[in-house]
């Protein structure tokens, strides 16, 4: 499998035959890469410069995968925080330098912007270019996950090819791994296709680690109801 694996999440996105399943409708990974490329655009428009930190406060698992996808399409790194938690996150965005912070999904274009921008980073001209004809801006060495570890100090980053390397890994197990589990039987698509659930709740680091195995593996994605 190694040398036919997609660079970063985004390049798996778009090449994937995987189904994602949320709230009892089952959609496929080309149908989902055109909503995450709107979001992108929206993200886009914000003008902030490539590789911003992104912190995501959603607590809908389809949400959080969304805006998390968009964000790797626009060129950016993601960060989760609780949402219910708005003291930490805010010492979070302050401590990490984040670009913005989403918590609504519906009103990404209205949240916390935190770094001033002056000069749009997408010109006029893209913004102006189908969302669906746009090129994902992440590379496999671009950092895609930051993450505060338990309470030491500082923060742990990995990169898309981290990502891609993790999962080719879980697939190869084919066990149990964190929030998440891979199972080629119970719970699958009608076609018998592999499964990858993610539990409710699960933090956001978890639930993107989950949709990478399950976009390498063409697996479905079950994100609950």
């Known amino acids: 499998m190694g040398s036919s694996l ?14 994602i399943r949320s ?5 496929t990974a080309s149908a989902y890469r055109s909503t ?9 428009e914000q003008g902030y410069p490539p590789r911003s930190l992104v912190l995501l406060g959603v607590a809908n698992l389809n949400d959080a995968l969304l805006l998390s996808l968009a964000a790797w399409w626009a060129g950016h790194r993601v960060a989760f925080v609780d ?16 670009a913005l912070q989403i918590c609504d999904a519906d009103d990404i274009v209205d949240e916390e912007h935190l770094i001033h921008r002056d000069v749009p ?6 913004l102006a270019a189908a969302a669906s004809t746009w090129p994902a801006r992440c590379r496999p ?45 119970a719970g699958g698509a009608a ?16 639930l993107v680690r989950a949709a990478a195995v399950a976009l390498l593996g063409n697996a479905l994605l079950d994100l609950g109801s």
Not at 165 to 180: R, Y
């Open 6 to 19: 997609p660079g970063t999440i985004c390049e798996a996105l778009a090449c994937s035959d995987a189904r």
């Open 23 to 27: 709230g009892g409708v089952v959609v």
């Open 36 to 44: 995450v490329a709107g979001y992108a655009r929206g993200l886009a």
């Open 83 to 98: 949402e219910a938690d708005h003291r930490r996150r805010d010492r979070l965005a302050l401590r990490v330098g984040a």
């Open 121 to 126: 980073a997408v010109s006029p001209r893209e």
């Open 141 to 185: 060495s671009d950092t895609a996950l930051v993450t505060w570890p338990g309470n030491r100090r500082g923060v742990d980053e990995a990169t898309h090819a981290d990502l891609i390397a993790a999962a080719a890994d879980a697939l190869a197990a084919g066990a149990a791994t964190g929030d998440h589990a891979v199972d080629d039987c």
């Open 191 to 206: 076609d018998g296709r592999r499964a990858v659930a993610v539990a409710a709740g699960a933090p956001g680091e978890a």
